[in-house]
């Protein structure tokens, strides 16, 4: 069974139609990478799974539960998702440690060493033990976002949603994160992200899903989507961003 099912979803800014029924499953212990020009949606869908943004229609099965149904628990759904975006956003005034501790103790009422201990673990999962008093502009942008990492990670979700996030990192720190990535996928995280790494999506991905339109155009295993698409616009796709 999939661990997500989207189903049929759409969502309109406005006049502006960004996802016009789109569905995806995303099987337990996969990883599912979203290619698509700029402003084709992928943000906003993951949005919409973190209930960040609501759908206008359409359903979003998490472990079973629909997500969307406007009576579903909005702050236990999200706690059991990870998400990390392009831009760091670790706190600057607060410690690595304070930053992976905040939401435990703040949200979910986790008592502070108990959720010290974790956040310990957690910098210690993406090699960041040493740095735990650091500041975040002490650290590299490769390092910022492996805190960021820790930080999602730190409620164990059952699902990581990972917006373009090393997008934002110079050349030489890209590496870094993405074998922090690939480490959480042989771990047996399921994943759902948005990237223009294609070496990565292509060693790492089970699924590549290819939005155009609002809506998923191309859907299979990197060899097929990469290396053998079929649609017109998924290759033109590919030739403007090798
Ligand atoms: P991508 O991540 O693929 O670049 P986005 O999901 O960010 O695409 O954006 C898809 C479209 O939705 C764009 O046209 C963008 O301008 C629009 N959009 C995204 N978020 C908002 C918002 N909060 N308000 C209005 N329009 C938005
Ligand atoms: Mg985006």
Redesign the pocket.
Known sequence: MSLLSICDVRKS??S?L?LDGFSLEVDEGDCVVLI??????????LRCVNLLEVVDDGVIELDGIDITDPRANADRIRSGIGIVFQAYNLFPHLSVLDNVTLAPVRVHRIRRDVARARALDMLERVGLADKASARPDELSGGQQQRAAIARALVNSPSLMLLDEVTSALDPELVGEVLDLLRELKDDGMTMLI?THEMGFARSVADKICF?DNGRPLEVGPPSQVLENPVEPRTREFLRRIR
């Open positions: 800014f406005g502006n960004v698509g020009a700029s402003g084709s949606g992928k943000s906003t869908l948005c939005l």
